[in-house]
T-cell receptor
Framework: EPEVTQTPSHQVTQMGQEVILRCVPI?????FYWYRQILGQKVEFLVS????????KSEIFDDQFSVERPDGSNFTLKIRSTKLEDSAMYFC?????????????FGEGSRLTVL | AQTVTQSQPEMSVQEAETVTLSCTYD???????LFWYKQPPSRQMILVIR??????QNATENRFSVNFQKAAKSFSLKISDSQLGDAAMYFC??????????FGTGTRLKVLA
């Protein structure tokens, strides 16, 4: 069964360093998302991406964050200069259709720890 | 503000019994979608059940059913005949039609043998 894969599963970095989290969505999916979950808190929307551009982004997704789909298969989230508060589990998701009719398929998450 | 609230951080149920997980949401929209997602330990979230707000009939998927009360903005999940494999984190989510899903904080369900 096709699935969304994320790498790395866990990354530890120093504050101020750049981090790239990678995702391989399901191959025929068209909509891509990043979410994050700080330990014990709610799953927060970061950004959605369709047709090679951002569809929607949250207030969290400031200039420190960027997304890219460089080669038609990978979907990356870059954090340019990490802060302590960026420590969280980051989830990638994809769907074939947009909107509520499209089931979101999630990856297992990448845990980011910023020291 | 559009928010989703799950007031039960943790629930327990005996195997074969029934449990209900609560979810409330806040919105001014009239048309939207609601979801329950399940996240087993160390596994990805998977869709359990979906409800369209314009449909009055409650969605059902095998042992999983919802009680959707639109006026009360309530969307609870009932799991019947609970099985050990139902143990997971359950997230309620709301989709208002803006390419983003809004999730609650989750309820951890323990199933006791």
């Amino acid at each position: 069964e096709p699935e969304v894969t994320q790498t790395p599963s866990h990354q530890v970095t120093q504050m101020g360093q750049e981090v790239i989290l990678r995702c391989v969505p399901i191959s025929n999916h068209l909509y891509f998302y990043w979410y994050r979950q700080i330990l014990g808190q709610k799953v927060e929307f970061l950004v959605s991406f369709y047709n090679n551009e951002i569809s929607e982004k949250s207030e969290i997704f400031d200039d420190q964050f960027s997304v890219e789909r460089p080669d038609g298969s990978n979907f990356t989230l870059k954090i340019r200069s990490t802060k302590l508060e960026d420590s969280a589990m980051y989830f990638c998701a994809s769907s074939f259709t947009g909107g509520g009719t499209g089931e979101l398929f999630f990856g297992e998450g990448s845990r980011l720890t910023v020291l | 503000a559009q928010t989703v609230t799950q007031s039960q951080p943790e629930m327990s149920v005996q195997e074969a019994e029934t449990v209900t997980l609560s979810c409330t949401y806040d919105t001014s929209e009239s048309d939207y979608y609601l979801f329950w997602y399940k996240q087993p330990p160390s596994r990805q979230m998977i869709l359990v059940i979906r409800q369209e707000a314009y449909k009055q009939q409650n969605a059902t998927e095998n042992r999983f059913s919802v009680n959707f009360q639109k006026a009360a903005k309530s969307f609870s999940l009932k799991i019947s005949d609970s099985q050990l494999g139902d143990a997971a984190m359950y997230f309620c989510a709301y989709y208002p039609g803006t390419y983003k899903y809004i999730f609650g904080t989750g309820t951890r369900l323990k199933v006791l043998a």
